[in-house]
């Protein structure tokens, strides 16, 4: 149920439709002026740091900003540029390949893992604290952590592996491109899933019970009832742990930038852009990219609230 | 909301005593998946702290169980001092997660506090600009911003990176603070003011009790964020006395012989871990509250 404090505009347009603005009395004027004056210090940060970056980085799109030096107007050029640059491109590819390769399996384990533990069984909670440690832990930590595990022989991932009788010799599993690829996923699917888990725990748990007893009465299998009753009734948490996810491994930096050093072509777009700004030192072309970056999140983004707006349940 | 509150009631809050349910089969096949899922998720990290005890001579070698008998405090002594001296990291780092974590408290209490009790002329378009600052990510800006920070003397500089942080955490904050307020029933505010309390003292003493829970998910939040962050800490402060614990444990990985030095690593890896296992453990009901709460709203 929307409130008024929910809908501030709403409220906006309420008052200028009501008693007109000579009836407002000094106390309003005050508790106007209160409000403005405790929102201004988020609101001058944000501009500082948010909107006015962005504005500054369409000019700098536009120019040949080098990090240091003088600089020229150069119109579109970056971006005309852009289109025929092989290596911007194949790091967009490689970034959605990836974002295709780790969605599927980290929406499949959150699922399986919040369905597993959503009859609050004994030790439900205690699984649920374990499930999401490696997402406490934080990207980068957990890199490191790998860092030493993947490397060739001394490494505890080949240590397993070998125990298991799934390797037989030691891989220097960051060297190789494939190999890489497959470590970072699967720790990825590790880290990532006790998100999605959390988020769709969220969303079961709302799911009144007495659908599944009408549907027990009925005699409704398993399966019949997770796609007749969760799946639907899920619709808007699924969005949204694919969109938290998608977002997530599309702007991926961490996990690359430590685990896959000196390994070429496995550059995601936001590694691509700071090399471009900071090791090549063409900022004006490295912020074009950036632009096009922001364009493709805000359709995400936007996306996003379509499709979680677009439900009666809230 | 009422995700929310449900979420909050029936997982967060303590588990109602759950039906008296027969432990036939099904119930010892479900413990027996979850305990081996269980092991795989928590193993590494296991493994990680173990590792850190590893004498340094070891640790290229294939692991053995007789490493288990020769366990010391060695690495952690080597990263206290001298050429991989990561305590001044440390300490940078505790320095811009509380910092943060003060900041945007602090920063996302008022909005939310003026957001959710006062009506204002320009709320709407505040609330459009916090949206707004939501789904643009700092990886988009990376570049102005470092021009920015560059030009007020705040790159190399912690106050710059607090900043930063405290801005690109605001967007969330000020959503669960906002939420936070709006949950403080309005008569308690209107009673305040009759008594002639000041909108100060309203907030201080007599909304605090209720609305810890937010300030509390919104340090959490902002510090963990400070702690692991690793993009803008490499690229903002170059400075090796400057930098802070993720970035320095990344220059190890690069280090000047060509091969990662294994053992000091490892003691800086449960150095990054403690604090954000410790607050999670601790503060387990407000980190899963904002989570959702931050998600749904997001």
Known sequence: ???????PHLALRKRRGGPGRAGRSAQTRRASRTGALLVSPAVALIIAFVLFPLGYAVYISLTNWPLLGPYHFVGLANYKELLHDSGFRHSVIFTLTYTAIVTPPIFIVGYGLAALLRANRFGAKIFRTIFFLPFVVGLSTVSFMFEIELQPNSGGVDFILSKLGIVSDSHAWTVNQTSA???????????ASGLTMLILTGGMQSIPGELYEAADVDGASWWAKEWRITLPMLRRSIALALIISII???????????????NVGLETVVEWIYQTAFTRFQVGYATAMAICLVVVIALVTTAQFVLLRDDTEL | MTEVATYYEEVVAPVVPAKRRSRGPGFWVYLGVATALAVAFILPIIWAVLRSFQPARLSSLAPQSADFSQMTLANYKAVSHGLY???PNLVNSVIVGLGTAVLTTLVAMLAGYGLAKFRFRGSGIVFGIILLALMIPFQAVLTPLYLELSDLHLTNNLLGLILVYTTFNLPFGVFV?????????????????????????????VMRPLILPGLATCAMYAF???????????????????LTLPAKLYEVTTSTYGSVNNAYLSAGVVFAMVPCVVLYLALQRYYVQGMMSGAVKG
Do not use: C, H
């Not at chain 1, 690829?181 to 880290?191: E, G, K, M, R």
């Not at chain 2, 963990?224 to 400057?242: C, G, H, I, M």
């Open chain 2, 224 to 242: 963990l964020y400070a702690w692991t962050e690793l993009l803008q800490a490499v690229t903002f402060v170059q400075s090796p006395d400057k």
């Open chain 2, 177 to 205: 603070m906002r939420n936070t307020f709006q949950q403080v029933p309005q008569e308690l505010v209107e009673s305040a003011r009759v008594d002639g309390a000041g909108f100060m003292f309203t907030l201080m003493r």
């Open chain 1, 1 to 7: 149920v929307a409130t008024v404090a929910d809908k």
């Open chain 1, 248 to 262: 997530g491994s599309f702007l991926a930096f961490n996990q690359f930038y430590i685990l896959a050093q000196n």
């Open chain 2, 85 to 87: 001296d990561i305590l």
């Open chain 1, 181 to 191: 690829l497959i470590a970072i996923s699967v720790i990825v699917v590790w880290f």
